[in-house]
């Protein structure tokens, strides 16, 4: 039976998809409660007893307090992270593992709730090796792709496979002159790789000649296809650049999509794929945390009563 009790969100302070779905859970009188793991132990406390039928207790913010034994989902988005600046380094270091393996341990074995996702499938699915390795096995179709360290290694591909860009195994954030930026994707040339490769790990994968991108978004049982038609390698690089459409997907696709979450455990998946000169959908990668919100006033598709249907658990039959 679905538990009754509130839906917790775990995000930090500024994510408007979160608002978004927050909003439409109050509008159908589903209690929430919001925190960050930056708030512990500051402005959150908890207190958890393991019994026979799983963890009990408590967890409270400024204005709310959950039963634990009877929270029906957990929306992972993308907290901040626990921090101690009041600690010397090591004391620090000791209180986030602490508290990475306390707290973190007790939302991660929550009796009878959905999670969207489970923090630690999240976690399986944010390496791009593993993800393509299931993709490949689901059925996608992938441009061939070397993860390297080797630089003469990554020359060969190059000049076997060229045109070839460059894609971060991670996205972390770089400061320049103080301002936060992210590694590109970018095309990369043979005469390009040079000794420094062999530093540390590199992807590398065929350009795919593309007319189109398009953004596949699961949400529980449901699934928008949104192609995005631009002139750039990389469409995240500017928004102002893009148009939206609602597209038919390949027969097939929704069968190779649900396997690839079942394998990692996920109930939601933000994927991404090249359209080809011949149509064929090329398989690029999939965020288990991946925004989808702006699509919805793009395209009309009703994805934020999706995401709160999902945590509200309106379709499980209770």
């Known amino acids: 039976m679905t538990p009754p009790g509130p839906v917790l969100v775990v995000t930090n302070l500024d994510d408007p998809t979160t608002d978004l779905v927050i909003d439409e859970l109050h509008d159908r009188g589903v209690p929430v409660v919001r925190f960050d793991s930056g708030d512990f132990p500051t402005t959150l406390s908890f207190a ?26 957990l929306y992972y988005r993308r907290p901040s992270g626990f921090t101690f600046p009041h600690l010397d380094e090591q004391s620090a270091h000791f209180a986030i593992t602490q508290a990475r393996y306390g707290l973190g341990g007790v939302m991660a074995s929550l009796p009878g709730c959905l999670y969207v996702n489970h923090p630690h499938r999240i976690g399986d699915a944010e390496f791009k090796p593993s993800g393509l390795a299931v993709a490949a096995a689901c059925g996608f179709q992938l441009p061939p792709t070397l993860i ?30 103080g301002v936060s930026c992210t590694v590109k994707v970018a095309d990369v040339a043979q005469e390009e790789i040079d000794d ?92 288990p945390s991946g925004q989808w919100a702006w699509l919805e006033p793009e395209t009309g598709l009703p994805m934020t009563a999706a995401m709160a249907d999902l945590l509200e658990r309106k379709h499980d039959g209770h």
């Open 48 to 73: 958890a007893t393991i019994t026979p039928h799983g963890i009990e207790g408590t967890l409270s913010t400024p204005t709310r307090t959950a039963d634990l034994a009877a929270v029906r989902s």
């Open 196 to 287: 420094a490769v062999a530093g540390t790990a590199h992807l590398f994968q065929q350009r795919i000649d593309k007319v189109a991108d398009v953004r596949v978004t699961v949400i529980g049982d449901q699934v928008f296809h949104v192609r995005i038609d631009s002139d750039l390698l990389d469409w995240r690089t500017d928004y102002t650049r893009l148009t939206y459409s609602v597209v038919v997907p390949p027969v097939g696709l929704e069968k190779r999509l649900r396997s690839y979450l079942g394998r990692f455990g996920l109930v939601f998946g933000a994927f991404d794929f090249a359209i080809d000169r011949q149509g064929q959908w090329w398989f690029l990668e999939c965020n």
């Open 148 to 177: 390297t360290s080797d630089p003469e290694a990554a020359r060969a591909f190059i000049k076997r496979h060229g045109p070839v860009i460059y894609k971060p195994l991670s996205t972390p954030l770089y400061r320049i002159d």
